[in-house]
Structure formats: C-alpha cells, structure tokens
C-alpha cells in the first residue's frame, strides 16, 4: 500500500459502508490512502474487507456533533492527522412537497446538511491546525437543478453546494481545497431496490431516458471523480462543483 495518488494520506469518509462511500473507500485503498471508514449501519461497516489496506472503522450519525468530532479525532488518533476527508453520508427520500412530511425535511437536513456541515467543521479545525487538506463534498444534480419528487433530498443537496462554494472561499489561503461531486442517477443499493417497489420500475425507466448517455451510472465512476478531486492532481482546484451525471445537466 506504499504507492498510489493517496500513498500515505489519513482520510475519513463518511457514509462508507455501501454506494459511492464503499466503492471510494475501496479506491482510496488501492491508491495507498490510511483510512477511518464511518457509517451509523456498523455490520455492514465492519463487512466492509480492505485487505493489506490501514483501516478503522468508526459507528456514529453524522448528524451529531459528537459522533462527528470523533470521526475525524479517529483519523488523528490513529495517524496524527487528517489529510482528507470525504462527506458522502446522506439519505435520499423520493417524495414530492405533498407527500413529504415535517419530520421527512428534518431528518435529510439533518443528515445531508447539517451532518456536512458538522464533519466539514472538525475537518477544518484540524487541517488548519495542521497545514491544510482536501475535502470533497457529496452533492447531486438536485444540488445544481430542480427534479421532481425531491422536495427534500434536493434543497439538502443545495446545501452541499452551497456549503463547497463557501468554505472553498474561506480557506482557501490556509492550504485547504474544498470540492463537490455532484452525481446523477448511480446504481447504487438504494437506487437497485427502487425495482422491487411500487412505481420504482417505470421511475428507473423514465430517469434513465433523462441522463443522454442512456444508463445509469456506477458508484465506481463517482469514486473516481472524487479521488481526482482528493488528490495533488487537483492541487489548483477548489469550489468546484464537478457533474458526474452521463450529460444530465449539460442539457
């Protein structure tokens, strides 16, 4: 694990036990990455197998202040610092404003933006501290336009973009590079499960049609684009919000 673009480097993602959180956890292995790999599902966290690759694992809902400090206190604990941190944890509810309920809007706030904002926060009081760093934010498409049956998920992905766009700005002269990826539709588990429920096949169907590539993407294809951003490769790169989505915005 000595060579690759993250050779070395202490990296915390948040969300990792499945998805685009796992499928990066396993390029950040093979690209010599040190990891801390978080998650509130702890056995599919702990089912999660890096072989030859440095790994803790942290239990714990981003949402809580307390939970995200020691996600980032794991990284420093472990291997003195944190060189990267990726915030991928999120839910992702389909409903519309009618559909939607209070507590629906409060938990994907709750999660997706506040979650961000917290591990974002204690990742930049110690990559200040210590020289700088990279983070990479989980956005979506709905973070860069309006989708319908996103009524939630959607403005909580603004909110990454938004929260990019800023803490880029801010910490930019302290060696700190903040970016986005902002997915299409990925076939990720939650997205294969759509299939089994009602109305799930026709959206898979229509939504595909929508992304000028015809298909889905993969959580491996994100993966990519986030250790792109993670890397020196992308050492004068910072605010970027960069699609991941077979053209859907370009449209």
Same mark, same amino acid.
């Given at each position: 694990m000595? &060579?690759? $673009?993250?050779?070395? $480097?202490?990296a915390? /993602?948040? &969300?990792?036990?499945? %998805?685009i959180g796992?499928a ?7 690209e010599?990455a040190r990891?801390?790999?978080? *998650?509130? *599902?702890?056995?599919a966290?702990? #089912?999660l197998?890096?072989? %030859?690759?440095?790994?803790r694992?942290?239990v714990? *809902?981003?949402?809580?202040p307390?939970?995200a ?9 472990a291997?003195?610092?944190? !060189?990267?941190?990726?915030a +991928?944890?999120?839910? /992702?509810?389909?409903? +519309?404003?009618? !559909?939607?309920?209070?507590e629906?809007?409060?938990?994907v ?5 506040r %979650? ?9 009081? $110690?990559?200040?501290?210590?020289g700088?760093? =990279? /983070?990479?934010?989980?956005? =979506? ?5 309006? @989708?319908?049956d @996103?009524?939630v998920?959607g403005?909580?992905k ?10 880029a700005?801010?910490?930019?002269a $302290?060696g700190?590079?903040? +970016? ?5 539709t /990925?076939?990720?588990d939650?997205v294969r ?5 009602p109305? %799930?096949p026709?959206?898979?169907e ?5 992304h000028?590539m015809a ?5 491996s ?5 986030v250790?792109?951003?993670?890397s #020196?490769?992308? =050492?004068f790169?910072t605010?970027a919000?960069?699609?991941? *989505?077979? &053209?859907?915005?370009? @449209?």
């Amino acid at each position: 694990m000595s &060579g690759g $673009r993250l050779a070395g $480097r202490a990296a915390v /993602i948040t &969300g990792a036990a499945r %998805g685009i959180g796992r499928a990066t956890a396993e390029l950040f292995a093979a690209e010599g990455a040190r990891l801390v790999l978080t *998650d509130v *599902d702890g056995p599919a966290l702990e #089912d999660l197998r890096l072989p %030859g690759a440095e790994v803790r694992t942290v239990v714990g *809902d981003v949402a809580e202040p307390a939970d995200a400090r020691a996600m980032i206190e794991a990284a420093v604990d472990a291997y003195g610092r944190i !060189d990267v941190l990726v915030a +991928n944890a999120g839910v /992702i509810p389909l409903k +519309n404003v009618l !559909d939607a309920t209070p507590e629906d809007w409060d938990r994907v706030m709750a999660v997706d933006g506040r %979650g961000m904002f917290l591990t974002c926060k204690y990742a930049i009081e $110690r990559m200040a501290a210590d020289g700088g760093g =990279s /983070i990479v934010c989980l956005s =979506s498409i709905s973070g860069l336009a309006g @989708q319908a049956d @996103q009524a939630v998920y959607g403005p909580a992905k603004f909110v990454a973009t938004g929260l990019t766009k800023h803490l880029a700005v801010e910490w930019a002269a $302290r060696g700190i590079r903040v +970016n986005a990826v902002a997915p299409g539709t /990925i076939r990720t588990d939650r997205v294969r499960a759509l299939s089994d429920e009602p109305g %799930g096949p026709e959206y898979l169907e229509a939504i595909e049609r929508l992304h000028p590539m015809a298909r889905l993407g993969e959580p491996s294809e994100v993966a990519a684009a986030v250790l792109f951003l993670a890397s #020196d490769e992308a =050492s004068f790169v910072t605010g970027a919000v960069l699609p991941v *989505d077979g &053209g859907y915005l370009a @449209q």
